[in-house]
């Protein structure tokens, strides 16, 4: 290896401790472990394979968010890049303002991307604007007000729609003058907004 064993280790140990305790086989290599050494730690129970080239160092604890990271992983591109955001209803989640706990994972992906959703996902493709996203450990979500947006064009309830904005408001999360100017061009968010002022 280009490096100590104990570098290696120390890096390695870092960026899965950011990533929900995974890694690629691709940052393993760059960050000293040659596959021989991969099958070794595998072997060996320091690494666990959980998917193509994807491994997990077991006594890392498990993110609250695991399916979303694991996700991310299964999104990623030629280029080791994951692809996948979450949005929609599972970005609710995240962001905490609903206590509804969604059937399906919402995943928003680039317009080309090709895979097929794994079972209990949906892919929605948009081209998202960087300060559309957050980063969070191990995977990205959409920002508050973006999140907001997209619910407002999904099945979700006015009822809940409503908790959610109101929920972003009073937490400082979104401004509602921004909220407003978004939502725009988003009926049903822009009627419940109007409503909201008026106190109807």
Not at 10 to 17: G, P
Request: glycine share 6%; proline share 5%; hydrophobic share 40%.
């Amino acid at each position: 290896m280009p490096r100590s064993t104990r570098d290696a280790a120390r890096k390695l140990a870092a960026l899965a401790s950011s990533q929900g305790g995974y890694f690629t086989a691709k940052q393993a290599s760059d960050a000293g472990y040659g596959y021989r050494h991969l099958d070794y730690h595998e072997t060996v129970g320091n690494f666990v394979r959980v998917g193509h080239g994807l491994y997990r160092i077991p006594t890392l604890p498990v993110s609250e968010h695991d399916d979303f990271v694991r996700l991310a992983f299964w999104s990623r591109n030629r280029n080791d890049e994951p692809q996948a955001v979450v949005s929609h209803e599972s970005a609710l989640v995240v962001h905490e303002l609903t206590d509804l706990l969604p059937t399906k994972i919402h995943l928003t992906v680039p317009s080309k991307f090709r895979k097929a959703p794994p079972p209990g996902c949906v892919l929605h493709k948009a081209i998202l604007a960087l300060e559309d996203v957050e980063e969070r450990e191990g995977f990205r979500v959409t920002s508050p007000i973006k999140t907001i947006l997209d619910a407002a064009e999904s099945s979700l309830s006015t009822e809940q729609l409503g908790v959610a904005v109101n929920e972003a408001i009073v937490r400082g999360l979104v401004r509602r003058t921004k909220l407003e100017r978004a939502a725009r061009d988003v009926e049903r968010l822009s009627m419940l907004l109007e409503r909201n002022r008026s106190g109807r």
